[in-house]
């Protein structure tokens, strides 16, 4: 079922499939065909959430509005307490697990557990100044025009390894209007706002959290941000297949992955 959900200044898309538990999978700037094979695979099993996060792709945001964690932690309660098949599992990614992390601190009671995989958290790492800084000159380059240089400083700063030349190729000449918008709001409403975001760990102890972090993601940023939460609530990182987007890389295995941390969890509430 593909429908919207109209909230104080936004219209959220929204898609539901299966049934059973409700599982919300979520991204940041990733919208819900990011997570269509996985939420088919899960689908027998689960009532399956997905959505397109405020202000991208087919959710639209009111003239002048951006995208804190907080925002779009409400947007999610909304939607959960919408469908009205809580409390949920949310698996949040990249800035998704910033926005469900969001959620389990403001909205507990819509939570059953919150599995954040890789989230951006950077202010939590010792070089977060430079880092913070760094970012902040490829966003503003990206905003003055410059995508691709963008792009590189991007990737080197998330220490994920692409030649130049397969950057240009991505992001340069005639590209899919749709996306670039979605990649502009990202740039000038979204990421400043998640990895500057700073998590209320004493909230979080009190939550079923678990940290995930891709099998191929070592050493790169996130996974240091991840790593970094994880020792911050006394816990262990869960390896989940792939690296920052194994869940699209390798569908088949993140649902297998995820059934079997599913059967083994046991929440507190």
Known sequence: MNNTLKVSD??????????GPLLVLVGAPMDADAFT????????????????????????LDPGGTSRPEQRADDLAALIRHVDAGPAVVL?????????LALVQSHPEVVRTVIAHEPPLDRLIPDADEVLAKSEKLMADYLAGDVTGAWKQFFALANIHLPDEVVEMMFGGERDPEQEATERFWFGHEMRESITWLPDVDKLRAADIVVGIGEESTGQLCDRTSTALADRLGLKPTRFPGDHTG???????FADALRALLGAVQPRR
Do not use: C, I, M, N
């Not at 949040?92 to 469900?100: I, L, M």
């Open 10 to 19: 936004a219209e959220l898309y929204y898609e539901v499939r299966g049934s």
């Open 37 to 60: 094979p996985l939420a088919d695979l899960l689908a027998p099993d689960y009532t399956v959430l997905t959505l397109d996060p405020r202000g991208v792709k087919r959710s639209k």
């Open 92 to 100: 949040g990614s990249s800035g998704g697990a910033v926005s469900a």
């Open 247 to 253: 869940f699209v890389d390798h569908p088949e295995a």
